[in-house]
C-alpha cells in the first residue's frame, strides 16, 4: 500500500498501478489517480509550501483548482521545468520532480519566516507608508530586497521543450462543466442531435459525485448514474467530450476559450501530441455548470498545515482513499460538512464536528451523524488553532447569549476540516458580462440578466441539491421537453454566513486568514476600511485580497462579509470586484499555440526569393516580406557589396527583384473620377498606355504612400504602392469607395501577388532584353520613358512599364508569377554577357537618393506634405477636391518655416552621417537646442565618390549653400546645404 | 494628515494600527467650488492636488462616476519614459519624469518609482532609423537616451532572445536609464490623500450628467446623480469618457475611445530586471515588485466603450513575449483586462481650453497616459488656475487640428506609445 496514511479500500485509484514521485528530494509512492496532493498526504505530508508574504507554514487547502497553498515547482524533464502548480490538480505520474516553494534554506527552515515576527509592522498596504528615505534607495536596497522576498515560484530559466496545439471550434450548446447538473444538460440538449461539447477541468467526468459515495440518483448509486449518463454521452456521434479541459475565458459572441491540458498526466507522452491546446469555441449557446466553492472559516491561524476546506477530506477519503489525518475536527457553519464527518468516520477515522450554529438553528444533520457515534458540539466557536507546521488541535469555546464566548477547550486533531457555506462558480457568467444578483437565501451572488446566449445550471446558480441540479440541468440542456425528475437522495445544504468567528481573544492580535496566499487577513481588511478604502476594488488592491493565483476564489465572500460587517452595509451594499480571465491560470504557451518561430509572423517571399537565397543575398524584413537586402561575393562587407552593384547599375545593367510593391488593380467606368479623388495628381488626362507617379495623401494632408500609376485602359489603372502600405492602400481606398463615394463604378482588386516584378535599370537593359521581347517595340521613340506596354517576354505575357527608380535606363517586367524565377533566370543567363548584376533593396536605396528621389516612411513620416518634399507641383490645382486637400490649405501647413527636403554634404566628404541625426545651426549652444531638422536618408555614393544625404530642413530650400551641424554619436558634423540631387542634376539618363 | 514614515508605522504596530486616519474624507458635495474637475484618475487628482498646492487654490472638488483610481490609472502597465521625439512632448514628459522622481517624498506617499530603465526594441532598419532620430533628439534636448547593440541589450536585459535566427531579430535598442515604472494605484491614492489633506473635495459616485451654463456661454455648474454643482472653472479629465461626458456640453471632441488590454503572470522570483517595449512585435513587459511578469498588449481594431476586448489581442501579444523570451512560454497568465484609451488623430493629448468659456479638458492621451501624471496635473492646474495654458502645455490645444500644428509622435515613430 503506498503511503502511511492510505486507506485499505475505495478510492478512484488504481491500485494495480504504483506511481512514485520524487518531493523535495524524498522518493513517494501513491496509484494513478492520484493527485500530487492526494499522493503527498497518503504519505503524511502536510507542510507544502511557505506563503507569500509571512512565509508562514502551508498546507493543502483544497482538493481542487481554488487551491491557493499548495504551490509546487513541477520537473517533468529538461525543457518541462515550471512554477507554481496545484499540487490539488497536477496529476501524480512517475517520472515528476516537485519542489516546494518560496523558501531559504529549506521549506523546513525558511529565514524568510522572521516577516512573520515583523508581521505586526508588515500589515496591508505598509509599503506605501515607509521606504522613502533615502530618496536614492528605493531603487537600490528596498525594492530588490522586496522584490527578492516576494515572487512565488522562479521562473524557466530556458526554453520550452514542448509545444502547444490550437483548435477553434463551433457547436450548438457548449456544457462547460460535467458535474450532475452538467451530465444531466449535456444529455438533455443532444437527445435531439444538436452539436454538443461538454468540458471538464478534471480528469474525469462527474464533479462532486467522484467523491460521492453515499448518494444516490433514480435508484442507483449516483457515480453509477454519471457512468451510465457518460456512456451515453459517448456514444452519441453529436457530443464530443472534453475532460481536462478548463473553460477559461468568455468572451463576446458567445466565443468561449479552453485550455486542455494533453500529456502532462503522460509519463511517456508519444512526440505527436501537444502538451495544451487552446480550444477556441463559438458556441450557438453555453451552458455553465460551473459547481460552488466552499468558504473557509476565518479564525486566528486557520491556515496551519492539516487545515482544509470540510468537503476536501470528503473528497480525499472517498476519492483518493487517503486519510488526510486521524484525528479529524470539522468546524462548520452548515450542513455539507456533516457529509464529510460521516464519510471519514465511515473510513475509519476519529471525527468529532464543531459547529457554530445554535442547535435549534440546525436540521437533520446533527442527528444523522449522532446517531453514527460522533461527537457534535453544536453553538461553539473556534479560538484558534494549534500547533505550527501542522495542526495539533483546536482550541474551541461553547458561544454564550450576546456572543459571550464560554470557557475554553482543547479538541485535540492532526486535520481539521472548515465549512463557511458556498459559493456558486459565477466567474464565467461575470466574464460574459451578465449582471450578478444576490440571493440572501444562500447567502452569495448568482447570475442574474444573461447578456449572452448563455444560461447557468446545478450549483453555478445556488442550486446545491443534487435532484435539483440534475433536474436544473435537464432544463437547461433542453428547455422544450419536461423530463420526469429523477429521485436523488437529499443533499444537506443551508449554512449560516459567518464572517469572522467570534472570539474572546483580543481582536487587534489575532491572525484570522482571508486570503491564504497572499496572507490578508480579516485585521487587514478592518484596516484598509478604516483607512477610508471603501470600495472592494479599492480594498482588494490596497490589501491584495483576492489577486493571489486562486483569483479569491477561496477568499472574495469572506472579504466581502467582513468589509460590509465594518461597514455596517448589507453585503450586496458592497458589491462585488470584476471576475477576469482567465478562470484559472493559463500557460502562455498554450496562448501561444503554434505561432512561434517562422510562424510568429508568416513571412512573405517573393517568386524569386529561392533564386536570391541560392546566390548568396542577404535579407531584411520589411513588414512581412523578406526582401533580398543586398548580394555580397566573397569575403565583401556590405559597404562592398553595395559600392559594387551601384556601379554595375550606372554603368552596365542591374536586376532587382520588386515584386513586394504593392499593386492594386483599379477598374470600372468611374476609375479615373476615382483615381483623381484619391490621388493628388491629375488622371483624367493620362492616356492609356501612359504612367504617371502618383502620390497619396491622408486626410490630414500628410503624403500617405506613392507609385507609379498606369493606365492600362480608359477604364482600367494598374497601381503600385509602397512594400509596406499595400495592405494600408487598399483599406483606404476601399474605405472611401464603400462609404463616401458608393456611387462610384469602381472595382479595387489587389494584384501584388499575382505578379513578380523583375527591375532591370541600367544603360545596356535594352540590349539584355531586346531579343526576349515580343509583341513591343522597345525603341526609345516608340516605347518612351515612363509609358507601358502589353507584350510577350520569354513567351510570356508581360506588362512591361518603362519606369526606373534608379535614374538610369529601365524596365519593371511584370510577369505572372508563377513564371517570374524562369524569366528573371532567362534575364539573367542573356544579361551574363553584359556584366549583369543582382543588387538589393540598400542598392536601391543609394541609387534613388543619388537622384533625389523620395521613400514614403524614409523621408516622408506622417507630417510631410507634398510641398515639403518638393512636389508641390504635382498638386492639380484645377481638381474640385481629393483626399487631403482641405488640410493642405490649413495655417500651419502654409506657413513659412515647414521643413523642406534638401541635400547635405559632409565637409568631410568620406563621413557617412547616421540617418536620424539631428540638424541645428550653432553647435556651440547649451542643451536644449532646438533642431532645425533631421537626416532622412544617408549613404555613400560611388558615383559621386563621396558621402551624401536627404534631409528635413526647416525653411531648408532658403538655405541652399549654408553649412549646418549634424550630431554625430559623439560630437557634430558640419555640412553644406545642397539641392537634394547628386546625380545626373537634369535627369537625363533615364531617357537613353 | 497623520506623516507616514518608518516612525509612524512602528509606533502604530504597537498601537494594533488603531491610529491610522483615513486616508481621504468621503464628504458631501458642497453647492459651489472654485474649481470642479471630472474625472478622479491619476490626472484628476494631481490636477487637484497642485491646484491646491501650487496655486491655493483649495476651493476644489474632483467628482468621479465610479471610485478614485478605477480607470485606466488602475489598470495600465506603468511604464514611464520621456525620450519622446518632438520638443513639445519630450518637454512635457520629462517635467513629468522629473516630478515622478520626487514624487513619493511630495506626497508623504511611496508611489515606487522604479528606475530601471526603459529598452525600446528596434527590429528592422526602419526601426534603428526612427529610434536613433530619437536618441540624437533627445541629446539636444538633455534627455537621457542610449543607443544598445544587440549585444548590450542583452546585457542590459539577461533574457532577451538576440539570436539572428529570430522571425525579426533584434537590431539594437534605445535605453531610456531613468526610465522605469510605478506603483499604480498608490499614485491615484497618493494623489487623493495629499490634494484631500489640503482641503480638496474628493466625491465618488458622483456621475456628471450635464453641464449649465450662463447668458454668456460660460459653464457655471455641473449637473450631477448628486445634484447640481456650481464652478468657475471646469476641467474635465476622464480619459475614454472624455467624449462622451464633453457631448454633455455640445462638444464634438477629435476623439475615438479603444479596449486596450493588458495581463500579468504567476508571481515569481526576480527574473527580469527593467521594462522593455517592442513596437514593432507589439510587447511591452516588466516584473512587478509582487514577482508578476506584467505585460502590455493592444488595442482592438473597433472603436468601443466596453472595458472587454477580444482574446486574440493579448494572445498576440504573448506571441511576441515568448518569441523575444523563450523561457516565458510555461508562464501562466494569472489575471488579463482592458481599459478604455481615448485617442486623439495625432496620438498626441489636448490640454487646454475647450470653445465653451470656463470649460477646460485634458484628454487625448492614448495608449501612455500613466507616464505623464504628475506633469499632466501639474500643468493643468496651472491652466485652470490662471486660465491660460502653462508653456508646457501650450502646444497642445485643441486648436491644433484645425491649424494642422500637430505633434504626431506616433506617424514619426512609426509606433503607439
Known sequence: ?992 | MRRFSLRTLIAEAFNAHQGWERQWRNPEPKPAYDVIIVGAGGHGLATAFYLASEHGVTNVAVIEKGWLGGGNTGRNTTIIRSNYLYDESAGLYEHAVKLWEGLSQALNYNVMYSQRGVLMLAHNVHDVQSFKRHVYANRLQGIDNEWLTPEQAKAFCPPLNISRDLRYPVLGGALQRRGGVARHDAVAWGYARAADALGVDIIQNCEVTGFRRNASGAVEAVETSRGTIKAKRVGVVAAGHTSVILARAGLRMPLESFPLQALVSEPVKPVFPCVVMSNAVHAYISQSDKGELVIGAGTDQYVSYSQQGGLHVPMHALDAICELFPQFSRMRMLRSWGGIVDVTPDRSPIIGKTAVPGLFVNCGWGTGGFKATPGSGHVFAHTLATGEPHPLNAPFTLDRFRTGRLIDEAAAAAVTH
Not at chain 1, 504504483?18 to 518531493?23: A, K
Not at chain 1, 462527474?206 to 457518460?230: E, F, K, P
Not at chain 1, 456521434?237 to 498526466?265: K, S
Not at chain 1, 504635382?874 to 518655416?897: H, N, T, Y
Open chain 1, 1 to 992: 500500500m503506498a503511503g502511511v496514511n492510505r486507506l485499505p479500500r475505495g478510492g478512484r485509484i488504481d491500485r494495480a498501478k504504483p506511481v512514485s514521485i520524487s518531493f523535495n528530494g524524498q522518493t513517494l509512492s501513491g496509484y494513478a489517480g492520484d493527485t500530487v496532493a492526494s499522493l503527498l498526504l497518503a504519505n503524511g505530508i502536510h507542510l507544502v509550501g511557505r506563503s507569500f508574504k509571512y512565509h508562514r507554514p502551508r498546507g493543502i487547502l483544497s482538493h481542487g483548482s481554488d487551491e491557493p497553498n499548495a504551490l509546487l515547482s513541477i520537473d517533468r524533464g529538461p525543457g518541462k521545468i515550471d512554477p507554481n502548480n496545484r499540487a490539488t490538480v497536477a496529476e501524480a505520474r512517475g517520472g515528476l520532480v516537485t519542489a516546494s516553494q518560496n523558501h531559504w534554506p529549506s521549506l523546513n527552515f525558511d529565514v524568510g519566516a522572521i516577516n512573520d515576527r515583523l508581521s505586526p509592522i508588515f500589515v496591508a498596504g505598509f509599503y506605501y507608508k515607509t521606504f522613502m528615505w533615502p530618496r536614492r534607495f528605493w531603487d537600490r536596497v528596498y525594492e530588490p530586497n522586496i522584490r527578492a522576498a516576494a515572487g512565488l515560484g522562479k521562473s524557466p530559466d530556458g526554453p520550452d521543450a514542448d509545444r502547444y496545439g490550437n483548435r477553434h471550434a463551433h457547436c450548438d450548446v457548449l456544457v462547460v462543466g460535467a458535474g450532475p447538473a452538467g451530465l444531466a444538460a449535456a444529455l438533455a440538449a443532444s437527445e435531439g442531435g444538436k452539436r454538443i461539447i461538454l468540458a471538464d477541468e478534471q480528469a474525469e467526468f462527474g464533479g462532486s459525485l467522484l467523491h460521492d459515495v453515499t448518494s444516490t440518483v433514480d435508484g442507483t448509486a449516483a457515480q453509477d448514474w454519471a457512468a451510465q449518463a457518460i456512456a451515453m454521452l459517448k456514444a452519441r456521434e453529436n457530443v464530443t467530450l472534453l475532460t481536462r479541459t478548463t473553460a477559461f475565458g468568455y468572451y463576446n459572441h458567445n466565443h468561449v476559450a479552453m485550455a486542455e491540458r494533453i500529456t502532462d498526466h503522460l509519463e511517456n507522452a508519444p512526440d505527436h501530441l501537444p502538451r495544451e491546446r487552446l480550444w477556441q469555441v463559438r458556441a450557438g449557446a453555453v451552458i455553465l455548470a460551473t459547481g460552488s466553492h466552499e468558504r473557509p472559516l476565518v479564525f486566528a491561524d486557520n491556515d496551519r498545515p492539516g487545515i482544509m476546506l470540510a468537503e476536501s477530506i470528503r473528497a480525499f477519503v472517498n476519492r483518493y482513499a487517503v486519510a488526510p489525518g486521524r484525528r479529524i475536527v470539522i468546524a462548520t457553519s452548515g450542513a455539507s460538512a456533516y457529509r464529510a464527518a460521516a464519510d471519514a468516520h465511515a473510513a475509519g477515522l476519529a471525527v468529532t464536528v464543531v459547529d457554530i450554529r445554535l442547535e435549534a438553528d440546525c436540521g437533520p444533520e446533527v442527528a444523522f451523524v449522532r446517531q453514527k457515534g460522533i461527537d457534535v458540539l453544536t453553538s461553539h466557536t473556534v479560538i484558534a488553532a494549534t500547533g505550527r507546521k501542522r495542526v495539533t488541535g483546536l482550541i474551541v469555546a461553547p458561544l454564550g447569549s450576546e456572543g459571550r464566548v464560554g470557557a475554553r477547550r482543547t479538541l485535540a486533531a492532526d486535520c481539521v476540516g472548515m465549512s463557511g457555506g458556498w459559493t456558486p462558480s459565477v466567474h464565467l457568467f461575470s466574464q460574459s458580462r451578465g449582471k450578478l444578483r444576490f440571493d440572501d437565501a444562500i447567502d452569495a451572488f448568482v447570475p442574474g440578466q444573461s447578456v449572452q446566449a448563455e444560461r447557468s445550471a446545478g450549483a453555478a446558480r445556488g442550486s446545491y441539491d443534487l435532484a435539483d441540479c440534475i433536474a436544473d440541468g435537464f432544463a437547461a440542456g433542453d428547455p422544450l421537453t419536461a423530463r420526469p425528475r429523477l429521485a436523488a437522495t437529499p443533499s444537506l445544504t443551508g449554512f449560516q454566513p459567518v464572517r469572522i468567528l467570534p472570539t474572546d481573544a483580543d481582536a487587534t492580535r489575532v491572525r484570522a486568514f482571508v486570503d491564504f496566499q497572499n496572507d490578508v487577513t480579516a485585521k487587514d481588511i478592518g484596516l484598509a476600511v478604516r483607512e477610508g478604502f471603501e470600495s472592494v476594488e479599492h480594498v482588494k488592491r490596497y490589501t491584495t485580497t483576492g489577486m493571489a493565483t486562486d483569483q479569491g476564489k477561496t477568499s472574495n465572500m469572506n472579504a466581502l462579509g467582513l468589509m460590509a460587517g465594518i461597514q455596517g452595509k448589507a453585503l450586496p451594499a458592497v458589491g462585488t470586484t470584476t471576475f477576469r480571465p482567465p478562470y484559472t491560470p493559463v500557460t502562455f504557451g498554450t496562448l501561444v499555440g503554434p505561432a512561434k518561430n517562422a510562424l510568429f509572423d508568416p513571412a512573405r517571399i517573393t517568386p524569386i526569393h529561392g533564386w536570391a537565397k541560392e546566390h548568396g543575398a542577404e535579407f531584411e524584413n520589411v513588414g512581412l516580406w523578406k526582401r533580398a537586402w543586398y548580394f555580397p561575393q566573397g569575403r565583401e562587407t556590405m559597404h562592398e557589396a553595395v559600392a559594387r552593384e551601384c556601379k554595375a547599375v550606372r554603368e552596365g545593367v542591374g536586376i532587382f527583384d520588386a515584386s513586394t510593391l504593392g499593386k492594386i488593380e483599379v477598374v470600372g467606368p468611374d476609375a479615373a473620377e476615382f483615381m483623381n479623388r484619391i490621388y493628388i495628381n491629375a488622371w483624367t488626362k493620362l492616356k492609356p498606355g501612359a504612367c504617371r507617379y502618383g502620390l497619396m495623401l491622408k486626410e490630414d494632408g500628410f503624403i500617405m504612400d506613392d507609385g507609379v500609376v498606369a493606365r492600362l485602359a480608359e477604364d482600367r489603372f494598374h497601381v503600385t504602392t509602397t512594400t509596406g502600405g499595400a495592405a494600408r492602400v487598399l483599406q483606404h481606398m476601399e474605405d472611401y469607395l464603400q462609404t463616401e463615394w458608393p456611387d462610384l463604378r469602381v472595382f479595387l482588386t489587389s494584384i501584388t501577388e499575382q505578379y513578380a516584378v523583375i527591375a532591370l535599370q541600367g544603360p545596356k537593359a535594352r540590349e539584355v532584353i531586346a531579343p526576349l521581347v515580343s509583341d513591343i517595340d522597345l525603341s526609345g521613340e516608340a516605347f518612351p520613358h515612363m509609358t507601358v506596354r502589353t507584350g510577350f517576354i520569354c513567351g510570356v505575357p508581360t506588362r512591361l512599364f518603362r519606369v526606373s527608380f534608379t535614374g538610369e535606363l529601365g524596365f519593371e517586367i511584370n510577369v505572372p508569377s508563377d513564371h517570374g524565377r524562369a524569366v528573371w533566370e532567362a534575364i539573367y543567363e542573356r544579361g551574363r554577357a553584359f556584366g549583369i548584376t543582382p543588387y538589393g533593396t540598400e542598392t536601391m536605396h543609394v541609387l534613388r537618393a543619388e537622384r533625389g528621389f523620395i521613400i514614403v516612411g524614409q523621408e516622408t513620416d506622417g507630417t510631410v506634405t507634398p510641398d515639403d518634399v518638393g512636389l508641390g507641383g504635382m498638386i492639380a490645382k484645377a481638381k474640385p477636391d481629393f483626399v487631403g486637400k482641405r488640410s493642405l490649405a490649413r495655417p500651419d501647413i502654409v506657413a513659412a518655416g515647414r521643413k523642406q527636403l534638401i541635400g547635405l554634404v559632409t565637409d568631410d566628404p568620406s563621413l557617412v552621417l547616421d540617418e536620424g541625426a539631428q540638424i541645428i545651426d550653432d553647435r556651440h549652444r547649451p542643451v536644449p537646442i532646438k533642431a532645425l531638422g533631421h537626416v532622412t536618408s544617408s549613404y555613400w555614393s560611388a558615383a559621386c565618390g563621396r558621402s551624401i544625404a536627404l534631409a528635413l530642413v526647416a525653411g531648408g530650400r532658403e538655405r541652399m549653400g549654408e553649412t549646418l551641424y549634424v550630431t554625430t554619436p559623439d560630437s557634430f558634423a558640419a555640412a553644406r546645404v545642397t539641392a537634394p540631387v547628386f546625380f545626373d542634376e537634369k535627369g537625363a539618363r533615364v531617357h537613353a
